[in-house]
Nanobody, 123 residues
């Protein structure tokens, strides 16, 4: 059973930066992909970014491309989401998710989810 714990959310001003962390434990050797999703109030959960463990290839939604960077520290079993030039529309609860397969931009295939961390961007 994989456990995921996110941290690093907060309240920031537009244009600021934040780094989210997601620490994985338990059965991490089976993880093939880690992804970040977000859910804004009244909206569906949406894909933000993913990283493929085999080669550290990253994938991004167009809305965050060039501003967000996904990375991982394999020694710490932790993935990160560096978020720069934040915008009010980035306000959401951010979730990390683990998948025992190749990257997917839809939530359903993901096997494990963290509890989420709130990011609020004030204008």
């Amino acid at each position: 059973q994989v456990q995921l714990v996110e941290s690093g959310g907060g309240l920031v001003q537009a244009g600021d930066s934040l780094r989210l962390s997601c620490a994985a434990s338990g059965g991490t050797s089976r993880i093939y992909t880690m992804a970040w999703f977000r859910r804004a109030p009244g909206k569906e959960r949406e894909f933000v970014a993913a990283i493929r463990y085999s080669n550290d290839q990253t994938y991004y939604d167009d809305s965050v491309k060039g501003r967000f960077t996904a990375s991982r520290d394999s020694a710490k079993n932790t993935v990160y989401l560096e978020m720069n030039k934040l915008r009010p529309e980035d306000t959401a609860t951010y979730y990390c998710a683990a998948l025992m397969g190749g990257p997917s931009p839809i939530p359903n295939p993901y096997d494990y989810w963290g509890q989420g961390t709130q990011v609020t961007v004030a204008s």
